[in-house]
């Protein structure tokens, strides 16, 4: 449960520093969605129950501010994290590079399914397309730079607990 809990306030963080930095490129009609950085690491590092509950409860979080129907994010991200856990054996998983690259694999599915469900609402579905392709590539470029410092505290925070766990057993 103490995994499960660092997990959720490391996904109630980045939330913070992605809705600051959304409001930081607001002037310039640009969006930032980094989902994938909330279900990468449990996908990858912890046991199935305790991840999908994480990667699901950080959905229903991004659910709440966002102006879509209750419950897609947190689908999406329990979908997600049950793809990513399943190829994470063939996976290089303590590599760096290796966890930024499926966050953009992820994050990039993601998008593109929100893009694809919220798009049919739209009285003008085609004119979105160029808005939609720029936030895409804002998106994937801050996820690339930021995703080795949000792992960073992710793994730090889980290795925190590992020594403490260790120490008093």
Known sequence: MLRFSLI???????????AQLNHALAPWRLYVFV??????????TLPLKTGLLASFCGGLFF????PVSFGTH??????????VFNFRDRIPR???LSRVVIALFANLGLFLIFSFTQVARSP???SMWPRLFADLACS????ALIAPWFFAI???????IADDTHRYA
């Open 8 to 18: 959720f306030l490391s996904t109630l963080l980045l939330w913070a520093v992605t």
């Open 35 to 44: 989902g994938a950085l909330a279900v990468t690491l449990p996908a990858i």
């Open 63 to 66: 659910d709440a501010v966002a």
């Open 74 to 83: 947190a689908l999406l991200f329990a979908l997600t994290h049950a793809v």
């Open 94 to 96: 303590d590599d760096t």
């Open 124 to 126: 003008a579905p085609a």
């Open 140 to 143: 994937q470029v801050c996820l």
């Open 154 to 160: 992710q793994a730090r925070a889980l290795a925190l």
